[in-house]
């Protein structure tokens, strides 16, 4: 007898040919499985297209000299990164962004052709793109400091029609045929019936990076109010979030500062060198961006503050609309006189921190608004949204109660001082 010959064991074809989909398939699942866990956990990067010449980017502030100090700079003198930058006018390819924030933006500035006369830059589209990488705004809170476990906040009001008028570049606040204003609708409620020395926060620069927009408005106490970049996207949507979950909004108006690029403020910039009635319509333009905010404050502007001239129609105009000003420049006072607008000052910028290492400088200037609060009642601090300032904040806001002092909207403290000046 022959020997026999073993055959080897062979799936049959259909077999093979399910086992390779089966596999492909599960190789689909797990890549996509990794995508989403590295999107939803604010850990991985992703890619967006923005238009080159009219995006918001966090850039590195220029060195401030006796000739170009602007009110912003030199509050935050020392630090690596300052406020989100309006355009971007380096040549394309230079790399100018900063990957650990992020930016997401953009909308163009599109006015009527009617209205091209005031100037090309504010006429049409922008179109040149370019796609960067941006990363996550550093982990979510999950403690019970997070201001949602600890307070059920009540909503700002949505935007009240009688406090519209439409214009040809969109809707804009006007005051109630009753008298009503916005800087009343839509400011926060409070009450703070022991006189508690009060110091309110404002965080701007909100829309440009999703993480950090989502964590200011969920984590930050609704005391806090929050300020929004007029370039952003989405920004109906943040704003109705913001004000859902209790914040009081403002809109930032970028205006020219001392050294500052003009052109990376946008084709909205306030400039001293434009007519009152060019920068009358560009105002019109910002407010229309989205609605239901108290008051505006400025994106840079020391030098248009500081004349008199230019800076005056722009708080008139706020003014008749019922709008509220908060200025960090401290160079607004001589123009308010006469003004029929409600404003007030920032105290304090507290410095952007984008890593821990610059935690200490926040704290630093929190630290001084407490002084200020204590020798005046209220103090008025602003910054804007980087991770560990968030960090900070809410720290700080966790144990504000036991330092004798309590959060305050920054509408509160605006008032406050209006009643005795």
């Known amino acids: 007898m022959g020997a026999t010959r073993r055959r080897k064991f062979r799936l049959p074809v259909v077999s093979r040919l399910r086992l390779a989909w089966l596999s492909a398939f599960g190789l689909l699942f797990i890549l996509g499985g ?10 991985g990067p992703g890619r967006i297209a923005l238009a080159l010449n009219d995006m918001e980017i966090f850039a590195r502030p220029a060195e401030t000299t006796d000739a170009t100090k602007d ?35 953009t909308d163009s500035l599109i006015i009527p052709d009617r209205f091209a006369a005031m100037g090309p830059d504010i006429a049409g589209p922008m179109s040149d793109e370019i796609v960067i990488t941006i990363n996550g705004g550093g982990p979510r809170v999950t403690s019970p400091i997070n201001a949602s476990l600890t307070s059920v906040p009540t909503p700002i009001p949505d935007p009240d029609p009688s406090l519209l008028r439409t214009t040809p570049l969109g809707q804009v606040p006007q005051i109630a ?17 022991n006189e508690t020395a009060q110091i309110a926060i404002i965080v701007g620069g909100l829309g440009l990076n999703t993480t950090l927009t989502e964590r200011a408005i969920d984590e930050l106490p609704p005391e806090i109010s929050l300020s929004f970049a007029p370039y952003a996207k989405n920004l109906e949507f943040w704003t109705k979030k913001a004000r859902n979950a209790g ?17 990376g403020l946008g084709a909205a910039a306030l400039l001293s060198s434009r007519t009152p009635e060019e920068n009358l319509l560009r105002l019109d333009w910002l407010l229309a ?26 708080l008139d105009k706020l003014g008749q609309a019922g709008v509220a ?46 002084t200020i609060a204590e020798n005046d009642g209220a103090a008025l601090g602003k910054t804007y949204a980087y991770a560990t300032t968030i960090d900070a904040l809410i720290e700080w806001s966790a144990n504000i109660d036991s330092e004798n002092f309590v959060n305050a909207p920054a509408s509160a403290v605006l008032q406050s001082r209006r009643a005795t000046r």
């Open 177 to 193: 045929a009753n008298g009503r204003k916005s800087l009343t609708a839509y400011a926060k409620p409070f009450d703070n019936p």
């Open 247 to 263: 914040h009081e909004v403002l809109i930032e108006l970028p205006m020219e500062g001392y050294g500052e690029n003009v052109a």
């Open 34 to 43: 990794v995508f989403i866990f590295a999107v939803s956990s604010d850990q």
């Open 289 to 314: 961006r989205f609605g239901g905010y108290f008051g505006a404050t400025n994106y840079m502007g020391a030098k248009l503050s500081a004349d008199r001239e230019a800076i005056q129609p722009i």
């Open 325 to 370: 000003y908060i200025d960090d420049t401290g160079a607004v006072k001589n123009a308010t006189q006469g003004s029929h607008v409600a404003w007030t000052a920032v105290n304090r910028m507290i410095p952007p921190a984008p890593n821990s290492s610059d935690r200490n400088a926040v704290y630093r200037e929190l630290k001084a608004l407490e």
């Open 71 to 105: 009110h912003v700079a030199s509050t935050t003198q020392g630090l690596r990164l300052g406020p989100p930058k309006l355009g971007d006018d380096s040549p394309r390819g230079e790399e100018r962004f900063d990957p650990a924030n992020g930016i997401e933006t």
